[in-house]
């Protein structure tokens, strides 16, 4: 759109199904390179551009990135020396959810480090979103902009409330309800985990220990169905600091498919609300079937990445949630 | 929310259906205050805060708000008049699209009496927007941060497709479908002639000449249906303007019921494009009947001015549009 495009370089933190579909997406943009990506034991860091298939090659024949040649290092602080060694203007942190304070560790690497740019995540737990919600101060001192919370939900859908707020002086309830089909769940490891430890009688802890069997025979007694109720999500933390409504009036909850890439329902989320002339009534945002999470997640993510960009540009630092700006799109 | 909450001073230009209804949405708000208000005829300020009751029993008794006492004056230059003696910090421009300039001229006159706060408005018209963001260098010279297309469409529902975008890497069609029912066309007169200057056979020129009686004639022979295509509205221009698809890829219908509050359809935007994978999908955002277009484009509008007021504490001046601006709710 823009003749003197400024291509931003952006790296990619985690390289699980995450962070592969957010390489996916990223490749035919024009606005957007994508130079790093770091996973456990390594990361790549390529200035013309990383390629998607090299990548994966590396990733799946070797065990991780760092393998890549030419631009692949081994590292058991892969994130650390990432960040250290390699010009890239922005990231998205595509990495799990827990422990709690994963995320938060991750990014007091950035601040140790005298990084700045823009950070995005797609953090779904509301308590690992308050840890980082609690570095603001430290971000703005480093020079950091840090969109939090821009996946599908929260992200997608938690701006679409904060949107059809609008109409109401009064909210009196946001219902988000998702659907999720994937062919195969052993390409969402991680996420698959964080879903089952929003199960009744699974914590986190329990859910991440669980082997790679333990998951399958739970999933076999379920026929490939998971029923989420009430999560933790951070959507609920978002919309009360966007000042919409109490997060006790935010419920998540969704069905999760393991085994067929159809979604079991309509991911869709209600805003029920009173408007001034004292009616009640429902605005409802629903996606289409055809738009798989990673389509909504990192769309997403990006979307916000790049309004992180401008505020960057504007010297606005600290962190700010997916319900407070408006994402940006990106060609 | 906040125990030091700064109440913003609202103005409101034009003082028909649509600004008697903000003049209603404002009423109970605690973090802002209504203190200004002005017609044709006249105006009235005052620093306590205006009632609502008062100033329709001026209006519709005596046929301006300049006969309100305490705090009207009849003037025939009220809006210059009500802008260099009234300490306003905002104003919503709840006046007509028609003609295309007269928006425009309006915020000249804020320009040139030195003023500096935020601007809403509710423009429907694409015409119309385009001139006023040609005013952006003046806006930004002035101190003024203008908010526009901020009603139900263009506004909440150009930004809702504007989120509902990420998850595509290309958008084919936006296409808003909206349905209004209103009792009493009456109460708003200057919409009804926007609305019927969109049916074919119709031009800008001659809606705005119809006589009531002309306007009351037409809706019998339509049993009070007006069915609007391919309108003109600003949707498209923003939409273009915020990266999304170009504008012919957008287009506004609707239904309008002049005989029953009951909506004939549900109002709605879908946001179809092609995933990162290659999938054609269909978002859906569609509003409660229950909610009227005056709860829609007056909290909307209000929620952008509370966005805007943000903007304008961080001398971010100059003229944004609904789909580049997260709104914010108002309590």
């Not at 995320?103 to 953090?123: H, P, R, S, T």
């Not at 707020?165 to 219902?175: G, L, M, N």
């Not at 990673?294 to 997916?322: D, E, P, S, W």
């Amino acid at each position: 759109m823009n003749k003197q495009m400024n291509v931003t370089k952006v790296g990619i933190l985690g390289f699980g199904g995450l962070g592969q579909a957010a390489a996916q997406v990223l490749t035919p943009k024009q606005e957007m390179k994508w130079v790093a990506v770091a996973d456990q034991k390594g990361y790549a860091y390529q200035p013309e551009g990383l390629t998607v298939q090299s990548c994966l090659d590396s990733y799946r024949q070797h065990g991780s990135v760092g393998y890549l040649e030419p631009g692949g290092t081994l590292s058991t602080t892969s994130i650390r020396d990432l960040i250290q060694t390699s010009p890239v203007n922005a990231y998205f942190l595509a990495l799990p959810n827990l422990p709690n304070t994963f995320m938060a560790d991750v990014v007091q690497e950035f601040i140790n480090a005298g990084w700045q740019g823009v950070l995005v995540d797609a953090l779904k737990r509301t308590t690992a979103m308050e840890t980082v919600l609690g570095m603001r101060e430290q971000l703005q001192a480093a020079g950091i902009t840090y969109l939090t919370g821009c996946g599908a939900t929260p992200g997608l859908l938690t701006a679409a409330a904060t949107v059809a707020a609008q109409s109401f002086a009064e909210i009196h309830e946001v219902k988000i309800t998702f659907g999720v089909g994937i062919a195969n769940w052993e390409a969402y490891r991680a996420t698959i985990r964080e879903d089952i430890a929003h199960m009744p009688g699974y914590t986190v802890e329990q859910a991440k220990a669980m082997t790679d069997e333990e998951v399958a025979a739970l999933l076999e007694r379920t026929n490939g169905i998971l029923e989420l109720q009430n999560m933790e999500h951070a959507d609920d933390l978002m919309l009360e600091l966007a000042g919409i409504c109490p997060r006790d009036r935010v419920s998540v909850g969704g069905v999760v498919d393991t085994r067929n890439a159809d979604k079991p329902l309509s991911t869709n989320v209600q805003v029920t609300g009173r408007t001034f002339e004292g009616k009640i009534a429902t605005h409802t945002f629903t996606l289409g079937d055809e738009t798989s999470m990673a389509a909504n997640v990192c769309g997403t993510a990006l979307g916000y990445l790049k309004a992180g960009m401008a505020f960057h540009r504007q010297n606005c630092y600290g962190i700010m949630t997916a319900a407070e700006v408006m994402p940006k799109f990106v060609h």
